[in-house]
């Protein structure tokens, strides 16, 4: 059950969209397969955790990301809608400092492969949402990174959703584009 691979702007950031069987009883789809993930990206990742979050409207997560045990995360949402970005933390990279953003929705069913080196967050757009990842290494507190959300310098288009983002306390202190830690 093959899935359509639909590169961005950064070609290491891949969507993904599952190929889905319906009829009048609902649907099916596979929404993880290491062997066609494999031969459609050539990332040959090893997921060591699933994460499942809810979160309501307005609520803004990120955009954080982890100096050591650096993940990689396939993420989708099973229930509501957000607005995905990443941001290329990678100074090697011809796409340094550039960010992405996607709508992921329990209704167009994309995933979003984000490789290791970037910062990752969402907003979320619907009533609510639960969003997913499965991650390629394990959370490590001590290394975790946040990256302000609405740094000027990223010039991030987030949606207007009629009300103002809501951020923990983390999510507020964000450091800014200058005086984050980046990656080599």
Request: hydrophobic share 35%; with cysteine.
């Amino acid at each position: 059950m093959p899935s359509f691979i639909t590169p961005t702007e950064i070609p290491e950031v891949v969507i993904i969209e599952p190929k889905v069987f319906s009829d009048s009883r609902g649907y099916f789809f596979e929404s993880f397969n290491e062997r066609e993930f494999f031969s459609n990206t050539g990332i040959n990742a090893n997921f060591v955790q699933d994460n499942h979050s809810l979160s309501s409207k307005g609520v803004l997560r990120g955009l954080h990301y982890q100096l050591e045990q650096t993940q990689g995360k396939l993420v989708r949402v099973v229930k509501g809608s957000v607005f995905d970005v990443v941001v290329d933390l990678r100074q090697s990279s011809k796409t340094f400092g550039q960010s992405i953003s996607i709508e992921l929705s329990a209704e167009n069913k994309r995933q979003l492969w984000i490789p290791p080196g970037f910062a990752h967050g969402f907003l979320v757009t619907s009533d609510t949402a639960e969003f997913l990842y499965k991650t390629t290494d394990y959370w490590h507190s001590a290394s975790e990174q946040c990256l302000l959300w609405n740094d000027p310098i990223l010039k991030i288009r987030w949606p207007d959703i009629g009300i103002e983002p809501l951020l923990n306390t983390k999510d507020s202190a964000g450091l800014s584009w200058l005086t984050c830690p980046k990656f080599n």
